[in-house]
C-alpha cells in the first residue's frame, strides 16, 4: 500500500498517512517486485563515481525544442538526459504542444513519439493539421513500457515524448495503468532510459479533478522540470509555467493560441488581454502584471451598480477577489466613496490571471471611474500596489514595464512616487502618485 499523495509505503492500509497527514490516501500496488526493479535502478552501471570537475560543461548541448516559447521555460532547451513532465488538464492541448516540438525536431533527427492514447491515424491527423509530416517521426502506439524501451534502444532518437505517462504499464506488476504503482515505476524506468543514453524525455501528464497530477506526487521529485500548460476552455491562449526546474528558472512563462493549425506562439501577448476600442468608457484601465522577466498588459473592468435588494454582490474573474474587496474598503474609507451599497464586478479581459500585487493601483482606479461613471485617460498603464492607508507602495521590474508599454504604444504611465529612484527610462510621459486619492484626482480630471 502507498500514499497516492506523498508515496509512503505501509504493508497495509491506513485511514490516515503518517507522510504527510492526508486521509483515505492509500492505493494498492504490487510491492514485492516493485523492490525488486527499485534496486536494479540503483545499480546500473554508470554509478561509478567521478571527480565534479571532470564533468564536461556545455551549455551548447542544450537542444532546441524548435519552440522558442518552451525554450523560454525550460531555461533554454532540452537538456540532455533530462526528464520533462507536461501537465495540465484534458484538452488543453499537451498533446498538440509535444507533437509540434517533435515534429520541429525531427526536421534535424529522429523522434520517437509514443502514443498510448491514441491510434496512428489519429496522430497522423492531427499532425498534418500542424505541419507538413517529416519522415523523421516516429509513431509508436505503445502501452508496454518495455516494449518502449525497446523501440527507444533499436532507433535512438533524438527526443522520446511519452503520451501518456497515465496509459503506460510494467506488466510484471499487477496495479492496472495510471495507479501509483504503475505511474512510479514507468517513470523511474524511463528515467534510467534518459540518464543512460542522454536522450531527453517528454512525459504528458493529466491533472486529476483534485488539481494534482494523477498518481503520486511523488513523481514531482521524480523528474526533473515539471511545466503546467494552462488556460481557460473558452479563450484561445494558453500558459505554460515551469513549476520545477532543475536547469533553469521557475519564473518564466510561454505563452501560446489555440489555433486551427495548432498552437501558436505569440509574439506580443498583450494584445489577447487589451480591448481595441477607441471610446473611452468608464470603468476601464490598464495594468501591468510581470510574469517572470516578461510584463503582460492587461485591460481590467469595473462594473458598479447600486443594490437593488438584499446585500450587495461582490464578483470577480481573472483578478484577485480578496484584492478587490480590499480595494473597495480603502477607496470607502481614504477617498470617501459610497461603495458599500453598490454592486461590484471587476473582470480581467481575455481570462487572464492576474495575481500580482502591482495590479492593486488599477483596480481601485477602475472601480473609482466605474462608479463615478467618469472615464479615465486613454492610453495610460497603471502601476502600483496599494496598502491600507491608501498609500501607492513601489513595485519591482518598474523599469522593464515602462519599456514594454512603450513599444506597444502606451502614452503615459501611472508609477509610484517609491519608484521615482529606479526610473531611468524616459520613453514616455511619466506620471507619480503617492496615494490612490492623488492618483484619482490626476487622471479623472475631465
Ligand atoms: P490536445 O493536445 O489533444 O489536448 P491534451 O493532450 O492536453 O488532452 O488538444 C485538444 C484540443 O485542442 C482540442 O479540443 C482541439 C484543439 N485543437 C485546435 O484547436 N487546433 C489544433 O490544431 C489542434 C491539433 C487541436
Ligand atoms: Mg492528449
Known amino acids: 500500500m502507498r500514499c497516492r499523495e506523498c508515496g509512503y509505503y505501509s504493508p497495509r492500509w491506513l485511514g490516515r498517512c503518517p507522510g504527510c497527514g492526508e486521509w483515505e490516501t492509500f492505493v494498492a500496488e504490487a510491492s514485492g517486485k516493485q523492490k525488486k526493479t527499485t534496486k536494479a535502478a540503483g545499480g546500473s ?24 516559447e518552451l525554450d523560454r521555460v ?36 529522429p523522434v520517437l513519439y509514443v502514443s498510448g492514447e491514441e491510434s496512428g491515424l489519429q496522430v497522423r491527423l492531427r499532425a498534418e493539421r500542424v505541419g507538413t509530416l517529416d519522415p523523421n517521426l516516429y509513431l509508436a502506439s505503445e502501452t508496454d513500457i518495455e516494449v518502449v524501451e525497446q523501440h527507444i534502444e533499436a532507433l535512438k532518437p533524438r527526443v522520446v515524448v511519452i503520451d501518456s505517462i497515465q496509459t503506460a504499464f510494467y506488466s510484471e506488476l499487477a496495479a492496472v495503468p495510471g495507479s501509483v504503482g504503475q505511474v512510479r515505476e514507468c517513470t523511474l524506468r524511463l528515467t534510467r532510459v534518459a540518464k543512460t543514453t542522454g ?46 526546474n532543475r536547469f533553469g528558472s521557475t519564473n518564466e512563462i510561454g505563452i501560446f493560441e489555440m489555433t486551427a493549425k495548432g498552437l501558436a506562439e505569440v509574439a506580443n501577448p498583450s ?45 470577480t474573474a481573472g483578478v484577485d477577489y480578496n484584492r478587490v474587496i480590499l480595494m473597495a474598503a480603502v477607496l470607502e474609507k481614504r477617498v470617501g466613496l459610497g461603495l458599500s451599497n453598490q454592486d461590484i464586478y471587476v473582470n480581467a479581459v481575455g481570462g487572464a490571471k492576474l495575481m500580482e500585487p502591482a495590479v492593486d493601483l488599477g483596480i481601485a482606479l477602475a472601480l473609482a471611474s466605474g462608479f463615478r461613471d467618469v472615464p479615465l485617460e486613454q492610453g495610460v498603464v497603471v502601476i502600483g500596489e ?8 513601489p513595485v519591482r521590474g518598474i523599469d522593464q514595464r515602462l519599456r514594454e508599454a512603450a513599444k506597444l504604444g502606451f502614452r503615459k504611465a501611472v508609477v509610484p512616487e517609491a519608484n521615482r529612484g529606479d526610473l531611468s527610462f524616459a520613453g514616455m510621459e511619466i506620471e507619480v502618485v503617492s496615494t490612490v486619492a492623488r492618483a484619482l484626482d490626476q487622471l479623472m480630471r475631465s
Open 45 to 68: 552501471p554508470t554509478a561509478v563515481p567521478i571527480p565534479l570537475n571532470t564533468i564536461p560543461v556545455d551549455e551548447e548541448s542544450r537542444y532546441s525544442s524548435g519552440i522558442a
Open 74 to 109: 525550460l531555461g533554454g532547451g532540452l537538456v540532455p538526459g533530462s526528464v520533462v513532465l507536461v501537465g495540465g488538464d484534458p484538452g488543453i492541448g499537451k498533446s498538440t504542444l509535444l507533437l509540434q516540438s517533435a515534429h520541429h525536431i525531427s526536421r534535424f533527427s
Open 199 to 244: 536522450i531527453p524525455i517528454l512525459l504528458v501528464g493529466h491533472v486529476t479533478k483534485e488539481g494534482l497530477l494523477a498518481g503520486p506526487r511523488t513523481l514531482e521529485h521524480m523528474v526533473d522540470t515539471v511545466l503546467y500548460l494552462e488556460g481557460e476552455r473558452h479563450h484561445s491562449f494558453r500558459i505554460l509555467r515551469g513549476v520545477k
Open 271 to 315: 494584445r489577447l488581454f487589451l480591448t481595441s476600442g477607441s471610446k473611452p468608457v468608464s470603468g476601464a484601465t490598464v495594468v501591468s502584471s510581470l510574469e517572470g522577466t516578461r510584463p503582460l498588459f492587461v485591460e481590467i473592468q469595473a462594473l458598479v451598480t447600486p443594490t437593488g435588494f438584499g446585500n450587495p454582490r461582490r464578483m
Open 386 to 393: 496599494v496598502g491600507l492607508t491608501g498609500e501607492v507602495r
